[in-house]
């Protein structure tokens, strides 16, 4: 049971240049999100998705991109990497079910841009 | 404006003493409350939630929360610590503002829980 899967665990990258954390879930949830957690900030939330095909913004979604292909996968995009989106990264899942509103996270991608 | 506060940063407790993490909450109409824990190089796991009913919800490895309305707290307790309760704790609230049935989590900015042995 894989539950949420977070690659690649860690990544180094230089200013400017792309890359794509990818999400997988086998739980067939609805609801996908992406969250960056910053030191003394707490989690904050990216961008999320209620389905395939259906994608919105969060709190913090400037530099970052996402698509939802599948049910299964989502994954994030950044541009143009700026040191400022050194993070760690945190991909979660749940269903859409209001009264079931558990979230389950994957083990996070750690990001540094030098 | 919805909002979730942790106002202690670090909690220490000695091992098999009781143990409190503070949580409040601002939201407009009735709140959805959860506790995640975060265990070092790990995600967040789910903990308890409040949604209606019972003020006292009880959850994973022995811990509990209080509800309370009129302060608009949602504190995490547990009767005795245990070391390997050692973790980051954190606080959220259901985000609303989207509308229909979302499950976008306002956190608060997280209480890291030392128990000493």
């Known amino acids: 049971n894989a539950g949420v899967t977070q690659t690649p665990k860690f990544q180094v990258l230089k200013t400017g240049q792309s890359m794509t954390l990818q999400c997988a879930q086998d739980?067939?949830?609805?609801?996908m999100s992406w969250y960056r957690q910053d030191p003394g900030m707490g989690l904050r939330l990216i961008h999320y998705?209620?389905?395939?095909?259906?994608?919105d913004q969060g709190e913090v979604p400037n530099g970052y991109n996402v698509s939802r292909s599948t049910t299964e996968d989502f994954p994030l995009r950044l541009l143009s990497a700026a040191p400022s989106q050194t993070s760690v990264y945190f991909c979660?899942?749940?269903?859409?079910?209001?009264?079931?509103?558990?979230?389950?996270f994957g083990a996070g991608t750690r990001l540094s841009v030098l | 404006a919805q909002s979730v506060a942790q106002p202690e940063d670090q909690v220490n407790v000695a091992e098999g003493n009781p143990l409190t993490v503070k949580c409040t909450y601002s939201?407009?109409?009735?709140?959805?409350l959860f506790w995640y824990v975060q265990y070092p190089n790990r995600g967040l796991q789910f903990l308890l939630k409040?949604?209606?009913?019972?003020?006292l919800v009880k959850g994973s490895y022995g811990f509990e929360a209080e509800f309370n309305k009129s302060q608009t707290s949602f504190h995490l307790k547990k009767p005795s610590a245990l070391v390997s309760d050692s973790a980051l704790y954190f606080c959220?609230?259901?985000?609303?503002?989207?509308?229909?049935?979302?499950?976008?989590?306002?956190f608060g900015t997280g209480t890291l829980l030392a128990v000493q042995p």
């Open positions: 409040y949604i209606t009913g019972d003020n």
């Open positions: 979660a899942s749940a269903t859409v079910e209001a009264s079931k509103n558990i979230q389950y």
């Open positions: 939201v407009s109409g009735n709140p959805y």
């Open positions: 739980m067939n949830h609805e609801y």
């Open positions: 998705s209620v389905g395939a095909g259906i994608t």
């Open positions: 959220a609230v259901r985000d609303i503002r989207y509308g229909g049935a979302t499950n976008k989590l306002i």
